[in-house]
């Protein structure tokens, strides 16, 4: 055997005496722990008896681990960390733990007197399962009947002490245990093991950070080494304060402390760190400071600020997507003790760029709070409107006519809209105001005055009220406070409904009277009689055309104008209508329809100078007579006869429906859609002759079955190319000598294949 060999054999000899001392012995220890657990059939034992507290009592709990202690404290849902640093833990993490505790069952207990040559003792010893150097040494002590307020609530009853040590875990999952000054070793259940060994004070902690919200502050302080942005909160409305003042956005406000609020704990890094420079906290790259103002005690009227500090450092790795950062509460000149990594996405919400944090708007009053609305323009109208539950008006010294509410709703919304663009920070106006608006609010006192000042580049400059910070904002945005006061004149021109009128007459450009009139006829008696409008007939007319009329009406009765002029040119052609109210009211209306200018007048008293819609001017210049030229039907017609280019062809049908064309084969589709179209002809408007240069391209020629004809001269060329013009005779009684059909008639179909 040489060397080599022997030192082999020495170094196996070693290994087999190492796993005989440490796994045998103990296998020795578990074959006496299973004796036990048989005899005791798998029966298990509270550790505690007597138990009077619940989760929202008081409890202190201290932690010993190797590497070192841990002191928490809380009540119901507030915990937190008080050794040997301060911090928020999640409630459900620490409640478990005094529960674990309280609730401590075991199945086996191993009573010794610790002399190992005492041949009664059975079981294992401390250093055998971990318990000389303990795991974890938790101690709970609970006061039944307080609350997390131990100065508002005293303590009743006796204190509720107790310690646990934990040793190895045994079979299936229990654990080596010992309670209190108890020599004897005990099997617990494994759910202390899993909370206060495999998991730390870190997985304790609340990751959500404890970050006072919008409603609870009062000052928000951004420090960015040096340069700082600071905000306060009066009366409910936040103001910058540093280092400029003005208005802060109630909206970027909002997002900051959301972002804040809402920041979470992405790793615990360190506590109590003997270097902040490690982690770029010597020097914060950011710190965010805000105060809220709390009760000394609950139902104390007297009230302390606190002050919360978040401090963030550098980034934690080369990506820079995540910083170093620590959370102090309380004294301004608190020490970091804790040492957590964050998103850095919350930076982007923290700008140090005043622009940023001013509210735009340069009045906060709301448009649907409105109740005043002034103006005064430097070399202009000057009005006031006040808002009763009637609407809007103008005041005493008002321009002589009613408000509209539309147009009147829509200044005053477009004035509480307007944001500024850029801002001037302690302005002091070098002249006169271009104009002044007051603004009142229902409920709220005193009105906003904007003074809005001329400015270079199309813009103005806004003061509101006693502000020192000018907005500057778009010229075209103010536009409608330098509109003449007519421009916010009630747009009904007459307020009139189709139902009172028993008399319309249209005189048009072409010298043609059309006169409506129906009578009004009154049914039944005393207070019950009612008066009902008849049927309406057009003068010396059979018929008419009831759309036109209708759609006529409905957009002059009652008459709006879709803006007010301070006056008008006389107009070369001009259309003239006549309303008449069966009360006896006269209602005069001139129109342009080329401007779409218009005048009316009642009862002679004129109205003033307005401009129409372009459907009103298309309803005007409508064909009010029967625009059906030809009544007849397919089954009345004999024959067709059609003339073009020196050509003639005549279309008939058989008894069974068959088109003939000069007795031969015919296309029925095209035949059929002579003897569609030709039938109740329908004509756009009538003309009182034919254009000067109307030649007939296709003469048509229609013979009855009673034997009278029916002749449509139909033009190829035309000056608008939607239109044809025809002239249109009978062999009765010569009939209107021009009309103007459509050109996609079927009149232009070819009937022969």
Not at 183 to 204: A, F, K, Q
Request: one cysteine or more; a negative charge; aromatic letters at 8%.
């Amino acid at each position: 055997m040489n060397i080599r060999t022997t030192l082999v054999l020495v170094v196996l000899l070693a290994v087999v005496a190492g796993f005989f001392y440490f796994f045998e012995r103990g296998r020795a220890t578990t074959r006496q722990i299973e004796e036990a657990r048989n005899a005791s059939n798998g029966d298990y034992t509270a550790a505690f008896t007597g138990i009077d507290f619940t989760d929202t009592d008081h409890a202190t709990v201290t932690i010993t681990r190797p590497e070192g202690s841990v002191t928490f404290e809380g009540a119901g849902e507030t915990w937190k960390q008080t050794a040997p640093v301060q911090f928020p833990l999640e409630s459900w993490s620490a409640k478990q733990i005094v529960r674990d505790v309280r609730d401590l069952q075991y199945s086996e207990k191993f009573p010794h007197t610790g002399d190992k040559s005492d041949p009664s003792h059975k079981g294992p010893y401390p250093k055998d399962v971990g318990l000389d150097s303990p795991l974890a040494t938790i101690k709970v002590e609970v006061s039944p009947g307080s609350s997390s307020d131990k100065s508002a609530q005293p303590p009743k009853g006796n204190r509720w002490t107790h310690t646990v040590k934990l040793g190895r875990q045994s079979l299936g999952g229990r654990v080596y245990a010992m309670i209190d000054e108890d020599p004897s070793i005990y099997v617990v259940l494994g759910n202390i093991y899993s909370s206060v060994v495999e998991h730390n004070i870190h997985d304790w902690r609340r990751k959500s950070l404890p970050i006072p919200g919008e409603t609870a502050s009062k000052s928000l302080t951004l420090n960015n080494q040096g340069q700082a942005l600071s905000l306060e909160k009066t009366d409910g409305a936040w103001l910058l304060d540093q280092p400029e003042s003005g208005r802060a956005s109630d909206e970027k406000i909002k997002a900051a402390f959301n972002a804040l609020t809402s920041l979470y704990v992405n790793e615990f890094v360190a506590d109590n760190p003997s270097s902040l420079a490690l982690y770029g906290l010597d020097h914060p790259s950011m710190t965010v400071e805000i105060q809220t103002t709390t009760p000394v005690k609950e139902g104390d009227a007297s009230k302390v600020d606190e002050v919360t500090r978040l401090l963030i450092g550098s980034p934690t790795d080369l990506k820079a997507d995540k910083v170093f950062a620590s959370l102090v509460t309380g004294n301004r000149g608190g020490k970091p003790e804790v040492v957590f990594s964050i998103d850095k996405s919350v930076l982007d919400k923290l700008s140090l760029n005043v622009k940023d944090w001013r509210d735009p708007r340069i009045t906060v009053m709301q448009p649907r709070g409105l109740n005043s609305l002034g103006v005064l323009v430097h070399e202009g109208p000057v009005y006031s409107l006040t808002k009763t539950v009637e609407g809007w008006g103008f005041d005493a010294e008002g321009p002589g006519f009613t408000a509209d509410q539309g147009l009147v709703g829509d200044l005053a919304t477009s004035l509480t809209n307007v944001k500024a663009e850029d801002y001037q920070p302690d302005f002091k106006p070098a002249g006169p105001e271009a104009a002044v608006v007051k603004l009142g609010m229902i409920g709220k006192p005193g009105a906003d005055v904007l003074r809005i000042y001329p400015r270079d580049g199309g813009t103005y400059t806004v003061l509101r009220n006693d502000e020192s910070v000018g907005y500057v904002v778009k010229a075209s945005d103010l536009a409608g406070v330098f509109e003449p006061v007519l421009k916010l004149r009630n747009r009904t021109v007459v307020d009139t409904g189709g139902a009172k009128i028993d008399r319309v007459s249209i005189a048009n450009m072409q010298d043609d009277t059309f006169t409506f009139t129906r009578q009004f006829k009154t049914q039944g008696e005393g207070e019950k009689a009612t008066t009902e409008p008849g049927d309406w007939s057009l003068l010396n007319m059979d018929s008419y055309d009831h759309e036109a009329l209708d759609n006529l009406l409905a957009r002059i009765a009652p008459l709006r104008a879709e803006s007010w002029l301070e006056s008008v040119h006389q107009p070369l052609n001009f259309i003239h209508v006549t309303l008449h109210e069966h009360d006896g009211r006269t209602i005069d209306l001139t129109v342009d329809p080329t401007s779409r200018h218009a005048t009316a007048a009642v009862d002679g008293k004129d109205i003033g100078f307005f401009t129409v819609s372009q459907t009103v001017v298309e309803s005007l210049t409508a064909e009010f007579r029967d625009r059906v030229i030809l009544k007849i039907t397919p089954s009345d017609i004999a024959s067709i006869s059609l003339d073009q280019n020196g050509k003639s062809i005549i279309v008939t049908q058989d008894a069974e429906g068959v088109y003939k064309v000069s007795n031969a084969d015919a296309d029925s589709a095209s035949c059929g859609a002579i003897y569609s179209s030709l039938s109740g002809l329908t004509v756009e408007h009538y003309l009182s002759s034919p254009p000067a240069d109307f030649k007939p391209a296709r003469v048509f020629t229609i013979t009855m079955k009673d034997s009278s004809t029916h002749q449509v001269a139909l033009s190829g060329t035309t000056v608008n190319v939607d239109d044809r013009y025809a002239t249109i005779s009978d062999s009765r009684s010569k009939r209107l000598s021009g009309d103007v059909v459509k050109s996609g008639d079927a009149v232009q179909s070819d009937p022969v294949e």
